[in-house]
């Protein structure tokens, strides 16, 4: 069945490393959305694109992050350099916009851990 | 930008009870989820509810976008609805609120 699949599902790296997260949306989705959930913050928002254009990133810490679509099929995220306060469960969600609706399917997550 | 209540923050019930769990919004809305976060961590859709109400087996949703809230009904709880639950209102970007934890007690 449809869903979205996230890559790694865990990683743990050093700080000052570069990591790398990847999407694949559903199929057929024109909308891609990154987030990130703490502790602290809970969920939030990061970036989202619609038909591959990046519409907004203003969640998302500019020096270190950078979100792109490759292609309809790949979303990324990098951290680089990556510090131990990125250490989050970073979760992409997919919808299909139909005018102002969008219903959101989440991934599993990719668990990252910044020693 | 938009608000996000929910309420009770944390709700412990013996298996079969039944609870409502409410969620308020400071603006008006195009969109609004409701999302399970089980132990796992995995968040999963229960309800695209705007507006109106949804029934989907033992949970129903219902939201009054007029009066900027919505409410998720669990009937005999079990324990596999543990978890947090997640409202999420918004327009092209959802806000997700703290949550309301549950725990189904055997």
């Known amino acids: 069945d449809a869903r979205v699949t996230q890559t790694p599902r865990h990683k743990v790296t050093e700080m000052g490393q570069e990591v790398t997260m990847r999407c694949q949306p559903i199929l057929g989705h024109n909308t891609v959305f990154w987030y990130r959930q703490t502790m602290m913050q809970g969920l939030e928002l990061l970036a989202y694109?619609?038909?591959?254009?990046?519409?907004?990133d203003s969640g998302m810490p500019k020096d270190r992050f950078s979100a792109e679509m490759p292609d309809a099929t790949l979303a990324t995220l990098k951290i680089q350099p990556s510090e131990p306060r990125d250490s989050a469960v970073y979760f992409c969600?997919?919808?299909?916009?139909?005018?102002?609706?969008?219903?959101?399917?989440f991934g599993p997550g990719t668990r990252l851990t910044v020693l | 930008g938009i608000q996000v209540e929910q309420s009770p923050p944390d709700l412990i019930l013996q298996e079969g009870a039944n609870s409502t769990l409410r969620c308020n919004f400071s603006?008006?809305?195009?969109?609004l989820q409701w999302f399970h976060q089980n132990p796992w961590g995995q968040l999963i859709n229960l309800f695209y509810?705007?507006?109106g109400t949804k029934q989907n087996g033992r949970l129903s949703a219902t939201t009054v976008a007029t009066e900027r809230y919505s409410l998720l009904y669990i009937s005999s709880s079990q324990t596999t609805d543990s978890g947090v639950y997640f409202c999420?209102?918004?327009?092209?970007?959802?806000?997700f609120g703290k949550g309301t934890r549950l725990h189904i007690l055997p």
């Open positions: 694109f619609r038909n591959r254009a990046p519409l907004d």
């Open positions: 603006d008006s809305v195009n969109n």
């Open positions: 999420a209102p918004g327009g092209d970007k959802i806000i």
């Open positions: 969600a997919s919808g299909l916009a139909a005018s102002t609706r969008v219903e959101q399917f």
């Open positions: 509810i705007p507006s």
